[in-house]
Nanobody
Framework: VQLVESGGGLVQAGGSLRLSCAAS????????MGWFRQAPGKEREFVAS????????YYTDSVKGRFTISGDEAKNTIYLQMNSLKPEDTAVYFC????????????????WGQGTQVTVSS
């Protein structure tokens, strides 16, 4: 499985960005896909995930109400709509795939993209 993220960039606080992650290869092996982020000097943290069957979504508390994860199964692509961005959202955002229901730990995700930088200025 290959994952390619896009859509990162520089935005002012309060602004919006939409990240995309396109999957290719053995995509039938994916049960769910998720977004993680890693800020400089910090550990990689879970942001959100979505299952392909049933479109169940999970979010970390700090992004609930501001971020929305969605998926287009026909395109094997997931999205992360990020609104009301804050400087503390600044990080490299990674998408990843998993076969574990409700997984929020990075070690439960097998395939990873290369990451896309999101910078929120104050």
């Amino acid at each position: 499985v290959q994952l390619v993220e896009s859509g990162g960039g520089l935005v002012q606080a309060g602004g919006s960005l939409r990240l995309s992650c396109a999957a290719s290869g053995r995509t039938f092996s994916m049960y769910a896909m998720g977004w993680f982020r890693q800020a400089p000097g910090k550990e990689r943290e879970f942001v959100a995930s979505i299952t392909w069957i049933g479109a169940a979504t999970y979010y970390t508390d700090s992004v609930k109400g501001r971020f929305t994860i969605s998926g287009d199964e026909a395109k094997n692509t997931i999205y992360l709509q990020m609104n009301s961005l804050k400087p503390e959202d600044t990080a490299v955002y990674f998408c990843a795939s998993t076969t574990t229901l409700g997984a929020t730990r990075s070690r439960d995700y097998k395939y990873w993209g290369q990451g896309t930088q999101v910078t929120v200025s104050s």
